[in-house]
């Protein structure tokens, strides 16, 4: 077998350096005491802020270094696989700045980031008590007063409102409502009166204890006209499409959190003796870790796929932001809830890790304790599911003819190719030609035919990928036959949500191992490298698995061969303290 | 005048002022204390007595009354009720299982008087793996010396007494299946060479004070050998089969409290111009959850009642009960949560309780015998299964109980399956679709378990094997439902069969929400009337 280091992906080094940036700043009873104490995580974030985290929020037509949303994904799921807590203090300033990127002139989408770069952290105010998700039913004004609007009202669960020095805030222009009654705007705090801008009370959460998560009040607040983002009564819908790119990037928060808890799991497995052998060895056991590694792996694909597609697929991420906002947290929260049980005692203790008795090595409660609020945030599973929902009808009439999947498929799939700029113009709220990757699946299940004719290891990947794109024609029609006057959505509906968003996440795997296994196949065999899963396909045959589920068409023996290729790559890359990826390459330096 | 319920005890937990209530457990949660306010409320209604049988002097007459009157603190706080006493039970048990009746005498007067008795089994290094445990028991003339450490074990830390879990085996000896044995140290205090270690603290149960025992030479007397020497493994496991129909019992009253908080939320909060109850998918998660509450009870209910009826093969029920039964409360929490949406997240507020149940049953799963220890303890039983004679109507009602005999448990169960054997002619009673489904999943079941090779009956199994353990287990849940005094409800069987089919895997979502629309006008009306959302419902004091 070839030996040499073949294909690094760019994006992953980055994230496992910075990764490795962070490991010495704090130790493990610092940030339990801190997490108890419900303190910010000050020390690492001035470690991001060294590094200059925050201008890769910032595009590069601003003077940023955001190029591409992979990498910038990549960096935030290096610190979440680190500490989720730090992760979400810092990330959430570029979701407070995204609605200056989608729809700000370029002189406010200059100002703010100046801000930015110069570390000042920005808060997203949309949500408030009474209302939660409900944003058209917001209550906090905007009144115009000649060259001003005066700003009244409560934003509350807002991350970064207390430290933060700008707001992106929702407020409701019309007095009527409605979705053309909203207004953004910049709320940057050293330019408001004394008093006019009150922080709540820090709210006492579950995870993420360190985070700045509180609310804030506004009392006849005075901007500016210039303050306010795009067009009047456009709120809503850059807020809408401001969600599509951040519901894409929450998905390497989820990452980290998956890799950070595989990391525990395997390490633990690894020494832990039960009924005279190691618990690694134990069948059972090690397909538990196999079963969890092929759903963060699935879970890797969509969101990598979901990321190139910001810049390739533009107006589809509508649909695919959704589904991966979506999928992503939930699957992880249950991968999370089986490595969970396997770790018994160890999940739940927090001082201790292994056999050692030490403050704060319990992590594993930690990680599945922060991570919890991924699936709430920036639109909870409902929200996203009810979005699926509410493009049933548009999305059915999209697949209703035969597509050549659009062009941009190719560059997402294809991890070596240059990404675009993004034309944040081309955001749609909803996808009118369907979804891109599933028109692909027909396409791409010949092309996997032909390829299993070369390589007949590849055959069960073949069938898998056929029974996948018979299962997602059936579903297709069945999602346009749905009688849905929203918010009556019934039961059921949800149910072909969750199914389409797994028929999505699988064909991104497709698109992705098709676009890109010409760059892993001959990879080193060296620990922790991922080439052996590209190889026949072997970890798409087992995502695959994963998804189809009771209809999947793979033997066992083939199967358990599948899940062994896992195993081994996944204690590697844990053993070289390398993220548990696809993308890896192993040796970490 | 019949005494106060611990119900009436605790009083409404939605009332801020209550030093029972709701705010009060999650501010002693948050400091990670005890709830003194609750363990004050257990005294003085003498919990106690609830774990020591009636020939004993205390209360305890059968297990499903016991766990009847534990709900009302599970409800509250699942750390006041395992903290404060459950642990006591558990080392009790042990002691009835197979003391002398001296020895059960002592133990009676520790708990009648209000002291806690440790159990401790639980070894860092080796977790469920009993047989591995290494603390050892050296004999000598007068009784052993201990030499070893216990960790993670409840009220360690100020408990008087202690069952411990010990090796007596000679350690050079290859293992065998009498190793251990179990001692009653019935003063703690008095023992020299015995260290209470510190606590260990833990993500949730902040009512457990989880420590260590370490001992170092530590002389016990002869007479705290509970049992002849060597029979601790079968004692204890014999003992797990309470406690496992105990804990998982309880824990459903987890998911009880959880559905009305969700409820009382949803009826409140307005979304998109309506209360969310007005929305179909909320009312759907909230009637799923309330058919996975029934089934968790209807099994439990069985399971505790084999007991006493059936007891030599009430072990594999109680196994099958604790690995099944804590998952599917925490799966229906979770979906009660995604209704809360983000106050589930909060340690503050009316519905914070629901995101720390939701936490608090991931610990009650892996307190005692966590999931695959059961599976395991099920496997080996599963290829030779008799299914000639089904459980009489006695295991699903309510009539008077036998006392609880333990001497008629059996370390293994005996082959006669009466649970699952119950459930061929249940189904033929039902009919239908659904049923016809289950009929296929049994036949499956049953040819899958006969062709296991033997050497997949043991700790080397593979995925698929162990699988077979969840499918038997949602069997007999399946059939203590449709044996169940309920299943005379159309509506109530299609809405559980619906559910325990797309819990366990086998079927999708339900097109229709005809089951599940009936469910929640049984929900609402429950929660108007002030009653609560058991099976076999009860008076609750909470504000609507």
């Keep these: 077998m070839s030996s040499h280091p073949g294909f690094r992906h760019p994006p992953l080094l980055a994230a496992e350096e910075l990764r490795r940036r962070l490991t010495p700043a704090v130790s493990a009873a610092e940030r339990d005491a801190a997490d108890v104490a419900e303190e910010f995580p000050a020390a690492e974030v001035a470690v991001l802020d060294d590094y200059g985290l925050a201008r890769h929020y910032v595009p590069a037509e601003y003077g940023g270094l955001l190029r591409d949303y992979e990498s910038a994904a990549a960096l935030m799921r290096g610190v979440a696989g680190h500490d989720l807590t730090v992760a979400i203090a810092h990330g959430k300033t570029y979701l407070g700045s995204v609605c200056t990127w989608v729809a700000g002139t370029a002189e406010q989408a200059h100002r703010v980031a100046a801000l930015v770069s110069a570390g000042v952290p920005v808060s997203w105010g949309l949500t408030e008590r009474e209302h939660g998700s409900d944003l058209v039913a917001g209550e906090l004004t905007a009144t115009a007063d000649g060259n001003t609007f005066r700003l009244d009202g409560e934003k509350y669960l807002i991350n970064n409102a207390t430290r933060g020095g700008l707001a992106t805030v929702l407020a409701r222009t019309a007095p009527e409502g409605g979705p053309r009654g ?44 210039t303050d306010r983002i795009g067009a009047p009564g456009t709120g809503l819908e850059t807020v809408l499409r401001a969600l599509q790119l951040t519901r894409t990037l929450c998905s390497a928060l989820s990452l980290g959190a998956g890799d950070h808890g595989l990391a525990e799991a395997v390490a633990f497995a690894g020494e832990r003796e039960l009924y005279g052998r190691r618990l690694a060895a134990l069948p059972a056991a090690a397909r538990t870790l196999t079963d969890c590694y092929a759903d963060h792996l699935l879970n890797e694909a969509l969101a990598t796929v979901a990321a190139r597609a910001i810049h390739t697929m533009t107006g589809e991420l509508a649909a695919l932001s959704v589904a991966v906002k979506y999928l992503v947290p939930v699957r992880t929260e249950a991968l999370l809830a089986r490595l969970r049980r396997l770790l018994g005692a160890r999940a739940w203790l927090r001082d201790v890790r292994g056999g050692v008795i030490a403050q704060g090595t319990g992590r594993f409660q930690k990680i599945e304790r922060d991570h919890r609020i991924v699936s709430l945030f920036d639109g909870n599973t409902v929200v996203n599911l009810n979005s699926l929902v509410s493009q049933f009808a548009t999305l059915a009439r999209g697949h209703r003819a035969v597509r050549e999947p659009p062009p941009g498929l190719a560059v997402a799939a294809d991890l070596a190719a240059p990404l675009p700029a993004v034309n944040y113009g081309a955001l749609r709220l909803v996808p009118t030609r369907g979804i891109g990757l599933l028109h692909n699946l027909a396409p791409a299940s010949a092309q996997l035919a032909e390829l299993a004719g070369a390589d007949p290891l590849l055959g069960p990947v073949a069938a898998a990928v056929r029974r996948l794109t018979e299962r997602t024609e059936t579903l297709l029609a069945e999602i346009g036959t749905q009688p849905i006057v929203p918010p009556d959505v019934p039961p059921y509906a949800f149910a072909l949500a969750r199914r389409l968003a797994a028929a999505v996440a699988a064909a991104a795997a497709v698109a992705l191992w098709l676009g890109s296994h010409r760059y892993f196949v001959d990879g080193t065999d060296e620990p922790g490298s991922a080439a052996p899963l590209w190889r026949h396909g072997r970890w798409l045959l087992a995502v695959l698995d994963r998804v189809l589920g009771q209809e999947s068409t793979v033997e066992d023996e083939v199967l358990d061969e599948t899940h062994a290729v896992l195993g081994t790559v996944l204690a590697g890359q844990v053993a070289a303290g390398a993220m548990p990826s696809l993308l890896s390459l192993g040796s970490v330096a | 005048m019949t005494a106060p319920t611990l119900e009436t005890l605790l009083g409404d937990p939605y009332d801020e002022t209550n030093p029972t209530g709701h705010a009060a457990v999650l501010a002693a949660d948050d400091a990670g204390e005890p709830l003194a306010a609750g363990e004050a409320v257990l005294d003085g209604w003498s919990v106690n007595a609830e774990y020591v049988p009636v020939a004993l002097g205390g209360r305890l007459a059968d297990v499903p009354t016991l766990i009847r009157r534990l709900r009302p603190v599970f409800r509250r706080d699942a750390g006041l009720g395992l903290g404060h006493g459950l642990t006591t ?17 002592r133990v009676a007067g520790l708990l009648l008087a209000g002291e806690r008795i440790s159990v401790a089994y639980h070894e860092l290094a080796h977790g469920n793996d009993l047989a591995r445990n290494a603390l050892r028991a050296e004999p000598t003339s007068a009784g052993f010396l201990l030499h070893g450490t216990k960790q993670v074990i409840n009220n360690a830390g100020r408990a008087r007494a202690a069952v411990i879990f010990a090796r007596t085996a000679d350690p050079a000896a290859p293992p065998g299946g009498r190793d251990h044995s179990l001692l009653l140290l019935d003063d703690l205090d008095a023992v020299a060479g015995l260290t209470r270690l510190p606590r260990l603290r833990t993500s949730g149960l902040a009512g457990c004070r989880l420590a260590g025992l370490g001992f170092d030479g530590a002389a016990v007397p002869a007479g705290a050998l509970v049992g002849e020497p060597g029979t601790g493994g079968s004692t204890a496991l014999r003992s797990f089969q309470v406690s496992r129909c105990v804990t998982a019992g309880v824990g459903t009253a987890l998911l009880e409290a959880a559905l009305f908080g969700v409820y009382r939320f949803a009826a409140g909060r307005i979304l998109y111009g309506r209360p969310v109850t007005a929305l179909p998918h909320a009312r759907y998660l909230l009637a799923g959850a309330f058919a996975d509450l029934h089934i968790a009870q209807a099994f439990t209910h069985a399971a505790a009642r084999s007991l006493h009826l059936c007891p030599a093969a009430a072990g594999r029920y109680a196994a099958a009960a604790k690995f099944l039964v804590p998952r599917l409360v925490e799966d229906a929490l979770g979906d009660l949560a995604v209704v809360l949406g983000a106050r589930s997240y909060l340690r503050t507020g009316p519905y914070a309780f629901v995101g720390k149940h939701l936490r608090d049953i991931a610990g009650l799963s892996i307190g005692h015998a966590g999931g695959v220890s059961c599976q395991l303890a099920l496997l080996p039983d599963l290829p030779g299964l008799v299914l000639d004679e089904p459980a009489a109507p006695e295991l699903f009602g309510t009539s008077p109980l036998p006392p609880l005999d333990f001497t008629a448990l059996r370390m293994r169960a005996s082959r006669p399956d009466p649970l699952l054997a119950a459930l061929a002619p249940a189904l033929d009673a039902v009919g239908g679709e659904l049923a016809a489904g289950v009929r296929v999943e049994l036949a499956e079941l049953r040819a899958a378990a006969g062709a296991l090779p033997v050497a997949e009956r043991g700790v080397t199994a593979g995925h698929r094997s162990l699988a077979l353990t969840e499918r038997y287990a949602w069997l007999l849940a399946t059939s203590a439902c449709l044996n169940s005094p309920h299943a005379g409800d159309p509506l109530w069987t299609d809405a559980v069969l619906e559910r325990i089919g797309l819990r366990s895997g086998r079927l999708g979502e339900p097109r229709t929400t005809t089951a599940a629309e009936a469910a929640f006008a049984v929900l609402t009306d429950r929660a108007e009337r002030g009653r609560s959302f058991d099976l076999d419902p009860e008076p609750v004091v909470r504000t609507r």
């Design chain 1, 182 to 225: 909203f207004d953004v705007f910049l709320v940057e705090r050293s330019r408001l009166a004394e008093g006019t801008y009150t922080p709540l009370p820090k709210v006492a959460t579950i995870g993420i204890r360190g985070a700045d998560i509180s609310g804030f009040t506004l009392r006849a607040a005075q901007v500016d006209t």
């Design chain 2, 89 to 105: 039970l558990m080392a009790a048990l042990n002691v009835w299982t197979a003391g002398t009746p001296e020895q059960c005498r």
